[in-house]
């Protein structure tokens, strides 16, 4: 194990505990659960940015994307550019009307927002089950990322990988909430940003020039510098429907919808717009560039989730390596700190306050039961996520994606049609959700031939007309509809 890789992934970690040691002091100051889900609503617009590209930079841009980018060639490159403006639209979309509703309604949780919409408990119940489900699944994957991570390059075994890993990012988002993991997620995007560059410009070196791997690349596979990578796979309805799957999608995130709740002001709101786009568009261009040009470096792999970390050790001196181990660990821990946090929520706030002990948020007790009870509701949903991670899959790509496409099936629509379509019902969005999800998992598992389409994009058609239909058949007689008319 060389010194020289591991120091600076030391300091990385000791500096993310630093912070989540900091921001807990915070926690003693206002109502704790306003502190802890959602760090006051006080982020500025770089804080902003930069939490909302570094949750969605994840396991799959370091780990899976370039997997992909090494299998298919540089038309997944293309493929991966059409996430460009997913952050815009993120914040472009939800931003202002989120935040001013969350701030009406007192909402903590994207469930509250939800349920001050329809006032319908079978909304908030079946929306918060469908969360911890996917978020399972795309927690499996992080924990899987960074235990495969720290195996390749360090030399531990998976197990003391993943079990390190567990650890480190269910203790400092335990400690810190909500504030500690947007201030990690600053640290965690600046260091993405240098790992990226740093990884281009060593495999660049290594191979001569850009114009060289490209010719090498063509010669192991033609098919590797064509758009449509190997076996067509990349067809042009497949391009079309990834990107409704990869960035439209993206606004019916709750880990990424939850930032539009808590932010500080306009200002942070267009200054976060801006930075988040250029953070996501060289994220992108970077990781799956790098993934693509290192088929040309180290041609046979066992498993193309393995091309970053060993790209890292040949193409990277160990210093510069070690730095480069920090950027994909806070690609990983900035995506699965954001979704340990929104679960963590859904379970304390939007089904056992709300449904099962709401005395427990009442009176000066709640400033002590409740930080307890959310160090064991975090602490459990980590060790359940562990134990799922011990049996990983081959290609965490695909495993991430079901479980993307699934949050986008049961929240796209009740969150964008509920904030501007004032005839929108309970009715119709339980409706969207449950038609939305079956139709999804039907697709996905099932695998009808559709031409090159993702299920994702008949998902959301059904899942819209679904929506429109119980609406108008079972129209919203709530307070909320009537005062937005």
Known sequence: MNSQLIIPLVLYLAAVFG??????????KGNFLTEYLVGGRSMGGFVLAMTLAATYASASTFIGGPGAAYKMGLGWVLLAMIQLPAAW???GVLGKKFAIESRRHNALTLNDILYARYQHKGVVIFASLSLLLAFFGTMVVQFVGGARLLQTVTGLSYTHGLMLFAITVGLYTTIGGFRAVVMTDTIQGIMMIIGTIAL?????????SIGALVTKLHDIDPALVSPYGPN???SQPFMLSFWILVCFGVIGLPHAAVRCMSYKDSRSLHKGMVISTIMVALLMFGMHLAGALGRAIVPNIASPDQIMPTLMVTVLPPAVAGIFLAGPMAAIMSTIDSQLIQASATLLKDLYINYINPKIAEGDAAETKLPKLSLWVTGIFSALVFVAAMNPPNMIIWLNLLAFGSLQAVFLWPLVLGLYWEKASATGAFASM????TT???????????????AIVPTLVIGLIAFIIGSYARPNQSKIAAANK
Do not use: C, W
């Not at 281009?200 to 001569?208: D, F, S």
């Not at 449950?434 to 999800?437: E, F, K």
């Open 440 to 454: 999804y998992l039907g697709l996905s598992l099932g695998k009808p031939d559709m031409g090159g389409m993702h």
């Open 434 to 437: 449950i038609v939305g999800l």
């Open 19 to 28: 912070v989540a040691l900091y921001t807990r002091r915070f926690q003693g």
């Open 200 to 208: 281009l410009v060593g495999i660049v070196h290594t191979g001569g």
């Open 232 to 234: 067509h796979f990349l």
């Open 89 to 91: 639209l993120t914040l």
